[in-house]
């Protein structure tokens, strides 16, 4: 496929191509009455476009193995094919031609290059290889030229090690981990400050871009947290945030268009500063398996003015996943914010929070239980709990039920926290 250059003229190109090769596009447009590539146009008129939901591509690959009609190569072609870890369902198949690889590449480069990572750093990194996509976060690692230690997640001994004995300037994880890391340090009597990381870059859930959340991690560590997302459909490691830590830059120019949409409505909103939504992504040039219009169920705050490190790239913070959120009375409730709220109350509270809804499925009836983590020597003081209460109401606008329990009584992860359990619900 020969590269065009101009977002325009790559996504008309891309059009070209989908109803040339991939039957599921083909037949998804002529159902909105587009017949030809001709009569979609450009990008200025993409929201008249069908959206493209990943339940449409599980189905796809089901009906239409191996790789579903969706995927506009034949498998010999794919160089790569990477699998969704498959909560909801079976693992969706995704694969990546020998140019769709190098994309991932660059954009990944330029996310981590933004975090300020640089050639002969020392970088700790908790990821697998695979069947995740962070693998292929990994070899961008290497373009840019680190002293990469790989050391995975599930062996806090091992990594602690690392950390004490290479001492790097910079460690990836996710952001509970991060947390956990900083605890189980403490609770061996070496305070994981005395590393002397610089840096924690971290991705995987929303906790990184949560300010207080932020601050604790930062705080234990010593060191300035720089938040990195990706999604496994589109692209690896998509938005890096830089020195500023004012949201994070999109790093798929010239490859992906990212629209800002209503997460009800699914009409477009305007990328101005302060403006939140749902991100919905298409491929410009994506060879093996191109999307068009891909719901993330990320929702986002976005800034379109320059940021103070000089790049006008559009920026995001990421608020939460439409697969946590809650609806209580009508109103969203994302995990991650209430997190946030209850981290407030540091250093009274460890940060831990989980959620327990009383019923299944995302509809829910006030209050909603919420168990907080309170620190050590704290005590089950019902004042604290009332005004963490009243905090959550103000904020988020729906009745929370605190309980308050002991430190380290809420589980730990080294991947995802999880954040809702619905154990209790009936
Ligand atoms: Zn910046």
């Not at 590269?3 to 090769?21: H, N, P």
């Not at 690692?141 to 950390?163: D, M, Q, S, Y």
């Not at 403490?186 to 906790?207: F, S, T």
Request: proline share 6%; net charge neutral; glycine share 10%.
């Amino acid at each position: 496929m020969s590269r065009v250059t101009g977002d325009d003229a790559t996504y008309r190109a891309q059009i070209a191509r989908l109803f040339e090769r991939s039957p599921f596009y083909r037949d998804k447009l002529r159902a909105v009455g587009f017949d030809a590539a001709e009569k979609v146009g450009g990008l200025e008129r993409i929201a008249e476009l069908p959206f493209t939901e990943k339940d449409e591509l599980r189905k796809s690959q089901t009906e239409h193995p191996p790789l579903g009609s969706h995927a506009a190569i034949d498998i010999s072609q794919a160089a790569r094919i990477y699998s969704t870890s498959g909560t909801s369902g079976a693992p969706l198949y995704i694969p990546l031609t020998e140019a769709d690889i190098r994309d991932w590449l660059e954009i990944a480069r330029a996310s981590y290059s933004r975090n300020g990572l640089k050639a002969g750093d020392r970088l700790v990194t908790t990821y697998g290889a695979g069947p995740l996509v962070a693998g292929a976060t990994l070899a961008a690692f290497e373009a840019i030229g680190v002293t990469h230690v790989p050391v995975g997640a599930g062996n806090t001994e091992r990594l602690l090690a690392a950390l004490r004995l290479l001492r790097p300037q910079a460690l990836a994880c996710t952001p509970s981990y991060a947390m956990y890391i900083a605890e189980a340090a403490e609770a061996k009597g070496w305070p994981v400050k005395q590393a002397g990381v610089e840096r924690i870059l971290v991705a995987g859930e929303p906790g990184g871009g949560e300010e207080s959340f932020r601050r604790k991690i930062e705080a234990a560590f010593g060191a300035r947290v720089y938040e990195v997302m990706g999604i496994g459909d589109i692209a690896a490691s998509l938005w890096g945030e830089c020195e500023a830590q004012s949201g994070m830059h999109f790093s798929g120019g010239g490859i992906i268009h990212a629209e800002l949409v209503d997460p009800e409505s699914g009409k477009p909103v305007p990328l101005a500063d302060g403006a939140t939504g749902e991100l919905a992504y298409t491929h410009l040039r994506r060879e093996a398996a191109p999307l068009l219009r891909f719901r993330s169920r990320d929702h986002v705050r976005v800034w379109a003015s320059r940021c103070a490190c000089g790049a006008d790239t559009l920026r995001v913070r990421c608020i939460g996943r439409t697969d946590d959120m809650l609806i209580v009375r009508g109103v969203n409730v994302f995990p991650s914010a209430v997190r946030e709220v209850v981290a407030r109350f540091a250093p009274r509270v460890t940060g831990a929070v989980q959620i327990r809804p009383r019923a299944r499925g995302v509809k829910q009836e006030p209050p909603l239980p919420v168990l907080v983590e309170v620190a050590d020597g704290q005590g089950a003081d019902p004042v604290l709990a009332a005004s963490i209460a009243k905090e959550i109401r103000d904020t988020l606008v729906f009745t929370p039920e605190v309980r308050l329990v002991a430190p380290q009584a809420l589980p730990r992860s080294d991947y995802k926290s999880k954040l809702v359990d619905f154990t209790e619900s009936s």
